[in-house]
Nanobody
């Protein structure tokens, strides 16, 4: 069983920064595809950023140049550095891990990010 626990969310002014953390247990983040998704009120959940076991990264167009996904294998933790935050970034952010071979995805419970205008 893979368990993911997000932290680091909060209230920040537009233009500010936050770093979200996703601490994993039950599997190594280095072998999984790790991702951050977000869901704003009234909207569907969307993929924000993804990092593979080979450290290939993907970002949704709206966050390119502002967000950076990374991982610390020793700490078994994935991060999302969010800079130049905008009000439209306000959402619950979820960490996700997809295991190799099995392809099943595990989700954290989410952390709230609120960006004031």
């Amino acid at each position: 069983q893979v368990q993911l626990v997000e932290s680091g969310g909060g209230l920040v002014q537009a233009g500010g920064s936050l770093r979200l953390s996703c601490a994993a247990s039950g599997s190594r983040v280095s072998i999984n595809t790790m991702a951050w998704h977000r869901q704003a009120p009234g909207k569907q959940r969307e993929l924000v950023a993804r990092i593979t076991s080979l450290r290939s990264t993907f970002y949704v167009d709206s966050v390119k140049g502002r967000f950076t996904i990374s991982r610390d294998n020793a700490e078994n933790t994935v991060y999302l550095q969010m800079n130049s935050l905008k009000p439209e970034d306000t959402a619950v952010y979820y960490c996700a891990a997809t295991r190799p071979y099995y392809g099943d995805t595990y989700w954290g419970q989410g952390t709230q990010v609120t960006v004031s205008s």
